[in-house]
Nanobody, 126 residues
Framework: QVQLVESGGGLVQVGGSLRLSCAAS????????MGWFRQGPGKEREFVAAIPWNVDTIYYADSVKGRFTISRDNAKNTVYLQMNSLKPEDTAVYYC???????????????????WGQGIQVTVSS
């Protein structure tokens, strides 16, 4: 069983930056593909970014491409989401997710990920 705990969220002004962390326990993330999703007010949970276990390709939603960066530190069993140039529409609860081994073409599908964190609030104020 894998437990995921997000940290680093909070309130930030438009144009600011935040770095989210997701610490995993119960299993090394070297065999896990990791993703970030978010759910804004009144919206469905949507894909943000993913980094496969072998880091062959990194995936981003079009809405965050060029502003967000996902990375992983297997030694620390932690994945990160660096968020720059934040916009009000980035306001959401952000969830870390993990899937065993590869993601294939399903990197953006919620049901590909077996493990989820509890989520952390990010609020971008204008």
């Amino acid at each position: 069983q894998v437990q995921l705990v997000e940290s680093g969220g909070g309130l930030v002004q438009v144009g600011g930056s935040l770095r989210l962390s997701c610490a995993a326990s119960g299993r090394g993330i070297n065999t896990l593909s990791m993703g970030w999703f978010r759910q804004g007010p009144g919206k469905e949970r949507e894909f943000v970014a993913a980094i496969p276990w072998n880091v062959d390709t990194i995936y981003y939603a079009d809405s965050v491409k060029g502003r967000f960066t996902i990375s992983r530190d297997n030694a620390k069993n932690t994945v990160y989401l660096q968020m720059n140039s934040l916009k009000p529409e980035d306001t959401a609860v952000y969830y870390c997710a993990a899937a065993s081994y590869g993601l294939g073409a399903f990197y953006s599908r919620r049901n590909r990920y077996a493990y989820w964190g509890q989520g952390i609030q990010v609020t971008v104020s204008s």
